[in-house]
T-cell receptor, first 112, second 115 residues
Framework: DGGITQSPKYLFRKEGQNVTLSCEQN?????MYWYRQDPGQGLRLIYY???????QKGDIAEGYSVSREKKESFPLTVTSAQKNPTAFYLC???????????FGDGTRLSIL | AQSVTQLDSQVPVFEEAPVELRCNYS??????LFWYVQYPNQGLQLLLK??????LVKGINGFEAEFNKSQTSFHLRKPSVHISDTAEYFC?????????????FGQGTRLTINP
């Protein structure tokens, strides 16, 4: 079945460490997105990519980095510069045209 | 800037009762609206969307929503809820910036169904 796979489901990070969240899709979608979800705040856009080797900052990009070397993969790195990284992170992808976004099942990141 | 406001953070209802989850948006251009549902520790699943045409949109799981341009609203309704409808619901508007399509989400409404 086609879909979006996020791994791991739960992730723990020590203070000062970088950590990378994986997002893979086999839907052949061009666009991919990373969101951060905090209680009572809905989803906020971190980064998005419309095509391979291209990406743009979203509303809360500080302390995060991404790459898009392959169409199916859009990993997110939470750097030590992100002072409050504890959150639920969701990856999404979208086909061309007016199609809606499809979401993965998320990764919950916690600080030890 | 375009924004979405979900007027209720939590909505408790009894099983088999009707429910309405409210959503208002601000937009000065053509509007594309969505409702997503999120079950605990999962991603978002599309319930329904409004792109154009009929203002009454039917979605999955018996939900429907009505686009009201004059009131800038897109409220979600279900005539009779089930325990399995307990989840968080998000309203979103799609915007286009420099050729890129992005979603702006509301804060979410937690729907709790009581037996």
């Amino acid at each position: 079945d086609g879909g979006i796979t996020q791994s791991p489901k739960y992730l723990f990070r020590k203070e000062g460490q970088n950590v990378t969240l994986s997002c893979e899709q086999n839907l052949n979608h061009d666009a991919m997105y990373w969101y951060r979800q905090d209680p009572g705040q809905g989803l906020r856009l971190i980064y998005y990519s419309q095509i391979v080797n291209d990406f743009q900052k979203g509303d809360i990009a500080e302390g995060y980095s991404v790459s898009r070397e392959k169409k199916e993969s859009f990993p997110l790195t939470v750097t030590s510069a992100q002072k409050n990284p504890t959150a639920f992170y969701l990856c999404a992808s979208r086909d061309r045209g007016g199609k809606p976004q499809h979401f993965g099942d998320g990764t919950r990141l916690s600080i030890l | 800037a375009q924004s979405v406001t979900q007027l209720d953070s939590q909505v408790p209802v009894f099983e088999e009762a009707p429910v309405e989850l409210r959503c208002n948006y601000s937009s000065s251009v053509s509007v594309y609206l969505f409702w997503y549902v999120q079950y605990p520790n999962q991603g978002l699943q599309l319930l329904l969307k409004y792109l154009s045409g009929s203002t009454l949109v039917k979605g999955i799981n018996g939900f429907e929503a009505e686009f009201n341009k004059s009131q800038t609203s897109f409220h979600l309704r279900k005539p009779s809820v089930h325990i399995s409808d307990t989840a968080e619901y998000f309203c979103a508007v799609r915007i286009s910036i420099q050729g890129a399509q992005k979603l702006v989400f509301g804060q979410g409404t937690r729907l709790t169904i009581n037996p």
